[in-house]
RNA sequence: CUGGGUGUGGCGCAGUUGGUAGCGCGCUUGACUGGGGGUCAAGAGGCCGGAAGUUCAAGUCUUCUCACUCAGACCA
């Protein structure tokens, strides 16, 4: 069709190339623009609303498990975020540094907060003395920065907005089990309101966060067969208080140290949502986090009595859902290409035919799907557009997960089934020795991605190297 | 950091053997329109990324720089 053909043409096809794609999709969405310092996007009224709503649930969740919002200073003292060895290894490369105060060059120089963990310890150490003092479970919602050499919008960029989450507790137990716990409420929150499956799991030692003990992470599969981990969840077993003498007198009065955890999201999962629902006409967003749920269109708004009857449903509609309407004097057809590109779960048509039979039109993104409907019981009927759109985008994402999971046993099946298929998580048994690890991506080009909670056994004997294997992972080209 | 690409109105591009900048979209004003990116009319908007050089003359040729971008390696 003519009109499809133009409006294709604003956004490259996926198929031809999906990078180019979602950089269409991410500037003509109006999500964000570049700034002139490399690697930092500005965030656009547009995207900034769906981190909000991304911010609203999950803190909502976090509060409800008795977490409290703190705020940290940004910068880190050089000899403090030295202090634990792994730690400062993993950041040191990816650090930006303040070495002067005005014209004077300052007798410490600090460190842009890359993650906060060194500054909760500091204070941690300070404030807790007794078991009567524990759990402490504070978040913040920052951001941070780590001077990234490749950057993309969302996907990477060297100031990101984050959450992170850090705790303190008395016992390993207590603390693994508020590593899973966290583990959970991501992965709850992805699946249900980002409609975005994911895979739980473990990450493999050589992949962990610096200074962790055990490192949790949720994996999603993007349209284009790449793996994204979407948050994390890590156990610092007492590591870090060694290193910050974070301790407390237990009931026995014998001075312990505490156990740790952290985990954290981040702006990335607006890129995951796109790269997950995404089409050639631009973003498909969750009901959940899309700023506008419902957009009213008034068609022939200048005959008498259109406007009206849209600024009357909108102030119905407000009460239960996010709603605009477009009385700009753009044509009908350049409105439905807009709000597709935005990626707006449903638009509503309202003119003057339906105005005299007491209806509407209601159109699905996700699908194009339009349904006449009575105004009587039109808040009904949205729910129920809603509620079928959320499960039809998350069961997409699931067959594309699905379509694109492959279980290997030798090397070379791994390379036929993604030469055959193209990118995908492949799942395959390891012996669990960083060797191979490290050498089914160079054979390959997959790395590992995570050891799932989900265990199978494939076979008896690792992939790469066929000695005994010890788990299943799944293995991927990440984002 | 390694390798490719691109820098010309806001955006996307054209610009021939060097001769003093043009198109589409967008924008402004107005009118008619309006159920898949409408039509017409009149406008506004550019030290051609930067520096040096060759030349009577440089968007175009030479050298050097800077920026962005894509693919790798590293990472949320």
Redesign the pocket.
């Known amino acids: 069709?003519?009109?499809?053909k133009?409006?294709?043409?604003?956004?490259t096809s996926m198929e031809v190339?999906?990078?180019?794609w979602?950089?269409d999709v991410v500037?003509?969405a109006d999500l964000v623009d570049?700034s002139?310092?490399?690697?930092c996007?500005i965030i656009r009224p547009y995207g900034y609303a769906i981190w909000e709503n991304i911010q609203k649930i999950l803190d909502t969740r976090f509060k409800e498990l008795g977490h409290e919002n703190v705020y940290m200073p940004m910068f880190i003292p050089e000899s403090l975020l030295q202090k634990e060895k792994d730690h400062v290894e993993?950041f040191a490369?990816?650090v930006a540094w303040v070495t002067h105060g005005g014209s004077e060059e300052l007798e410490e120089k600090l460190c842009v907060r890359?993650?906060s963990e060194t500054l909760f310890c500091e204070h941690y150490a300070k404030i807790i003395q007794s078991h009567r003092d524990l759990p402490k479970l504070y978040n913040q919602w920052c951001s941070?920065v780590?001077w990234?050499?490749?950057?993309?919008?969302?996907?990477?960029?060297?100031?990101?907005?984050?959450q992170e989450g850090h705790t303190v507790h008395a016992t390993a137990e207590e603390a693994i089990a508020e590593t899973e716990q966290m583990l959970n409420v991501y992965a709850d929150f992805c699946e249900k309101s980002l409609c975005m499956p994911v895979v739980r799991g473990k990450k493999t030692d050589?992949?962990?966060?610096?200074g962790a003990e055990a490192?949790y992470?949720i994996e999603a599969l993007m349209h284009d067969g790449k793996a994204?981990?979407?948050?994390?969840s890590h156990y610092f077993g007492d590591g870090f208080a060694r290193a910050f003498n974070m301790t407390y007198q237990n009931k026995e009065n014998k001075l312990t140290y505490v156990h740790q955890t952290s985990w954290?999201?981040?702006?990335?999962l607006i890129?995951a949502l796109i790269m997950s629902h995404g089409d050639d006409?631009?973003l498909v967003l969750p009901p959940d986090v899309a700023p506008i749920q419902v957009v009213i269109?008034?068609?022939?708004?200048?005959?008498p009595g259109v406007l009206d009857k849209a600024s009357e449903l909108r102030d119905r509609l407000s009460k239960s859902f996010r709603v605009k309407v477009d009385?700009?004097?753009?044509?009908?057809?350049?409105?439905?290409?807009?709000y597709?590109?935005k990626g707006v779960p449903v638009?509503?048509?309202?003119?003057?035919?339906?105005?005299?039979?007491n209806q509407?039109?209601l159109?699905r993104r996700d699908n194009?799907e339009?349904l006449?409907v009575s105004l009587d019981n039109l808040e009904e009927s949205l729910n129920a557009v809603l509620k079928d759109y959320a499960e039809g985008i998350y069961n997409k994402a699931l067959a594309n997960l699905e379509k694109r999971t492959f279980a290997c046993t030798t090397i070379d099946e791994i390379n036929a089934k993604l030469t055959e298929n193209g990118d995908g998580f492949v799942k395959a048994m390891w012996c669990g020795e960083e060797e191979c690890q490290?050498k089914v991506?160079e054979l390959t080009?997959v790395?590992s991605r995570c050891i799932p909670f989900n265990q199978e056994s494939l076979s008896d004997t690792c992939v790469c190297c066929g000695k005994p294997a010890k788990q299943m992972v799944y293995w991927g080209?990440?984002?």
Not at 6 to 11: D, N
Not at 206 to 210: I, M, P, V, Y
Request: with cysteine; aromatic share 10%; charged share 30%.
């Open positions: 069709m003519a009109e499809q133009k409006m294709v043409e604003a956004i190339d999906f990078a180019q979602y950089t500037k003509k570049y002139s310092v490399k690697g996007m993993g490369p990816e890359p993650t941070v780590r990234e050499k490749t950057t993309r919008p969302f996907l990477r960029t060297r100031e990101f907005l984050w050589s992949d962990k966060f610096a490192t992470a994204l981990q979407a948050a994390t954290g999201c981040t702006t990335r890129g006409n631009g269109l008034p068609i022939a708004q200048h005959k009385s700009s004097d753009n044509s009908p057809g350049w409105k439905f290409a807009e597709e590109m638009r509503l048509e309202i003119g003057p035919k339906d105005i005299e039979n509407c039109v159109v194009r339009k006449f490290d991506k080009g790395g080209k990440a984002y």
